[in-house]
Every structure is written in C-alpha cells, then in structure tokens.
C-alpha cells in the first residue's frame, strides 16, 4: 500500500558527514509529515527532526544545529543532512510519515525499515 525505503546509513568517523534519504512510494493521497526517527540499543526511539506541510521543522535538542531536515514534496522524499556526528549519534535511524492513501483517505504513520549509522574511529 505504502512505503518508505530510507538509503545513505552507514561507518563514519567522528566529526564526519552523511546523509540520509527517505522515499515514499505507493497509494499516496497526500503527505502531513515526514520525520526522522533513531533508536540507540538499550534505549528508546526519539525524535531527531520532523517536517511539515509548509515547511515547519522541528529539531532535538542534541540535534544542536549539526542536522538540517528537508523534504521534495513532488518526489515525497525527505532527508536528513547530518553534520559533525559523534559516537553518540550512533543509532538505527528510522523515517516516518503521516500518510494519507488514496485507497480510504484515512491518515495513518508509516515506518520505513531502517537504516543503520555507526560513528566510530
């Protein structure tokens, strides 16, 4: 029905960059929100940065001015530019959005699978 694939995790170093991607496919009526979510092991998943129709963003605190969020409303992708990461940063991190389908036009959060961020030296 819908989906997310996100794209760009992987081994960095501290202080390094990457960059995530987020593409959303499928029965899509239309698009709230999209937003990036991480989870550490051992602790809960947390709001990294979210945006809305509009162009509203919220950030995290830890996010500290390091992440920039934006979103290609025509594409329905969304993507988190992460800057100055530290071993901290390493999560699995998880993209969201609140979907609307075309198939009942209900809104709904959908989940993409993951994508795994290590910062390590």
């Known amino acids: 029905q819908v989906q997310l694939v996100e794209s760009g995790g992987g081994l960095v170093q501290p202080g390094g960059s990457l960059r995530l991607s987020c593409a959303a496919s499928?029965?899509?009526?239309?698009?709230?929100?999209m937003g990036w979510y991480r989870q550490a092991p051992g602790k809960q998943r947390e709001l990294v940065a979210r945006?809305?129709?509009?162009?509203?963003?919220n950030y995290a605190d830890f996010v500290k001015g390091r992440f920039t969020i934006s979103r290609d409303n025509a594409k329905n992708t969304v993507s988190l530019q992460m800057n100055d990461l530290a071993p901290a940063d390493t999560a699995v991190y998880y993209c969201?959005?609140?979907?609307?389908?075309?198939?009942?036009?209900?809104?709904?959060?959908?989940w993409g699978q993951g994508t795994q961020v290590t910062v390590s030296s």
């Open positions: 969201s959005a609140r979907i609307v389908t075309s198939q009942d036009f209900r809104a709904d959060d959908y």
């Open positions: 945006i809305i129709t509009g162009g509203s963003r």
């Open positions: 499928g029965r899509i009526f239309s698009i709230y929100g």
